[in-house]
């Protein structure tokens, strides 16, 4: 069956330092693949797409994410992280063929120390 | 914001009560979508829509129905509330390139 795995249910890192967060797909073809951010309380707000060309994808608030077909990953990253950055992310991926139907993984919540 | 609401924005219910949420886009796009999301589930897809009139289930479409008459309007009925339907609803629709979704600003419902 199709799946999104995030393994990381909760990371912790201090204000300054990188990020990268984790994000598996099981299909058979190589999908859409999208990364969402989620402040508390609020709406979920795209960071960042891939959908073919270039494996190194560059999104807002300074993110990036590095699509690597031989290990089905999506994973995002960010050079040096600023306590905004706090919130809950998630990965998500869609079939070339399925109507834009997005499947998500957990969502990983990230904690920023000052 | 892709020009989405939803409403009621929170709303408190008994089981067994019918309630319908409302999603409403203005920027006429074809395609709209039903997500509940629900701690360390993400989101999951119930339904969707792919023009008027034109809709299909999703992953977990049971207990749910779905309604579309206008493009701008995509209603999602719970026919008799359970407290399993506890969660926050989050229409989304899809922009015109490639698939990338944008969604409104959800509704939180409870089901005493």
């Known amino acids: 069956a199709q799946s999104v795995t995030q393994p990381d249910i909760h990371i912790t890192v201090s204000e300054g330092a990188s990020l990268e967060l984790r994000c598996n797909y099981s299909y058979g073809a190589t999908p859409y693949l999208f990364w969402y951010v989620q402040s508390p309380g609020q709406g979920l707000q795209l960071l960042l797409k891939y959908f073919s060309g270039d494996t190194l994808v560059q999104g807002i608030k300074g993110f990036e994410a590095e699509f690597k077909r031989s290990q089905s990953s999506f994973n995002l990253r960010k050079p040096s992280v600023h306590w905004s950055d706090a919130a809950e992310y998630f990965c998500a991926v869609a079939l070339r063929t399925s109507y834009g139907k997005l499947t998500f993984g957990q969502g990983t919540i990230l904690t920023v120390h000052p | ?112």
Request: neutral net charge; contains cysteine.
């Open chain 2, 1 to 112: 914001d892709a020009g989405i609401t939803q409403s009621p924005r929170h709303k408190v219910t008994e089981t067994g009560t019918p309630v319908t949420l409302r999603c409403h886009q203005t920027e006429n796009h074809r395609y709209m979508y039903w997500y509940r999301q629900d701690p360390g589930h993400g989101l999951r897809l119930i339904h969707y829509s792919y023009g008027v009139k034109d809709t299909d289930k999703g992953e977990v479409s049971d207990g749910y129905s779905v309604s579309r008459s206008k493009t701008e309007d995509f209603l999602l009925t719970l026919e008799s509330a359970t407290s399993s339907q506890t969660s926050v609803y989050f229409c989304a629709i899809r922009g015109t390139v490639n698939n990338e979704q944008f969604f409104g600003p959800g509704t939180r419902l409870t089901v005493l």
